[in-house]
């Protein structure tokens, strides 16, 4: 295989980072060239939390300083893609800039999904997914503030956390019972939710129909029907928090397959043999043609990235352990690991509550599990998975059998 003189990577997220800091890790030495409108790569996840409360200031945000890239001979282009050539050869760019490659890396992420309904696209409705985002949402933080957050997931949950703290008058609105079981299972997001009412955030049950804004105030309608909180709320500011729509027209633009996706082998090369998907937008297709779920969570965007820099130059692919993600929100601190979705649950208490949640297969090996401050007994489940243990169920459910032990 034949190293590439010249790699364009497309987007300055964790995952576009990590793919060019790890290619010169790898000992890379062609031209190397990271293109991002926001300039230098930073941290998202402080966003919901750290960031926006003012805890964390804006420098110690980026995963490097400017000076990183000098020093790794890597050019830093502030400005935005909008086009690659059908042959991956060439990113054109807002500027009118053209950069000739031998490979591209799109690592373009997703944007924060819209409401499709009347109203949804107002604007003045706030998102979270940059530090601008961030800085226009910070305003919201103060006593008596009306904060709808409208999607009570990960992103959403945790900016309810933050707001409740200095005051904000915050309701949070979801379809869903009780959001966030696929990442951390029935329990463990029980009792998530039932901590904002503790910290007196309301939770609405119920679909929103519609956005609207007279002269003082946003009005957030519900759908009809008091069992699932029907009815109007009343708001001064409002954050659509339901997920992301990845970034594809690039890669659509060139050809590349698509769908839900664009869809990338396992060293993330996506149907152009010059072109690597990576992050939040690249979709796995198995060589069955089986199609997996799009991971949008840090460390797998950070895995993606390694993968591609070695399918890259050619080495062997990195082997990486089952894939770990978190969230922090009330003081306390939920980790998950695995898959919460397939198998059955076997439930850990600690205090007569639910502590370390184990999905497990019929063969009693593992296949997730999540905990609500219990990082250790994550990294005891996650070597467990990994190895493929099959784990006596009884064991599992009891507390005072030490997990550590069980993943020798």
């Known amino acids: 295989m034949t190293v590439p003189q010249r790699v364009v990577v497309v987007g300055g997220g964790l995952a576009g980072f ?49 000076a990183w890239f000098g020093e790794n001979d890597v050019d830093l282009v502030v400005d935005a893609a909008t086009c690659l050539d059908a042959s991956g050869a060439r990113v054109e760019l807002a500027g009118g800039q053209a950069l000739d490659a031998d490979a591209v890396v799109l690592a373009t992420g997703g944007r924060p999904r819209a409401l499709s309904v009347p109203g949804g696209d107002a604007e003045g ?75 007196g955030v309301k939770t609405l049950l119920g679909v929103t129909t519609a956005i609207g804004r007279t002269a003082s105030e946003w009005v957030v309608s519900l759908d009809e029907g008091t069992a699932r ?40 090369r996506s149907s152009n043999p010059a072109v690597w998907v990576v992050g939040d937008g690249a979709r796995r297709r198995l060589p069955d043609g089986t199609l997996l779920r799009r991971h949008e969570h840090w460390e797998p965007a950070l895995h993606s990235g390694q993968t591609a820099a070695a399918a890259i130059l050619g080495q062997e692919l990195p082997v990486h352990p089952t894939p770990w ?61 990994d190895r493929g243990l099959a784990v006596d169920p009884a064991a599992l459910a009891d507390p005072s059998v030490d997990l550590k032990k069980l993943a020798k």
């Open 18 to 66: 990590g793919a060019v800091q790890e290619l010169r890790r790898r000992g890379y030495a062609g031209r190397l060239t990271l293109v991002d409108p926001q300039g230098v790569p930073y941290d998202r996840p402080p966003l919901s939390k750290e960031y926006l409360d003012g805890t964390l200031p804006a420098d110690k945000l980026p995963f490097a300083p400017e």
């Open 125 to 199: 409705l706030l998102y979270l997914r940059t530090r601008a985002d961030a800085d226009r949402l910070r305003s919201s933080l103060v006593p008596g503030h009306r904060l709808v957050i409208v999607g009570a997931g990960l992103i959403g949950a945790e900016v309810a956390a933050t707001a409740s703290r200095f005051g904000a008058d915050v309701t949070l609105i979801d379809p869903v019972e009780i959001p966030g079981v696929p990442a951390f299972g029935q329990a463990i997001a029980r009792e998530l939710h039932a901590m904002h009412a503790e910290h």
């Open 229 to 268: 909180g029907g009815g109007e709320v009343a708001a001064d500011t409002v954050l659509i928090s339901i997920g992301i729509v990845p970034h594809v027209e690039l890669a659509a633009a060139a050809g590349l397959d698509v769908e839900g996706g664009v869809l990338v082998d396992a060293g993330q």
């Open 325 to 385: 993600m978190w969230s922090d929100r009330y003081g306390v601190h939920v980790e998950g690991v695995g898959s919460m979705v397939d198998g059955h649950a076997i439930v850990r208490e600690r205090d007569g509550r639910p502590w370390v949640v184990f999905q497990v297969d019929d063969d009693h090996r593992l296949l997730g599990a999540a905990s609500i401050d219990g990082g250790m007994a994550i990294r005891a489940v996650r070597r467990m998975i």
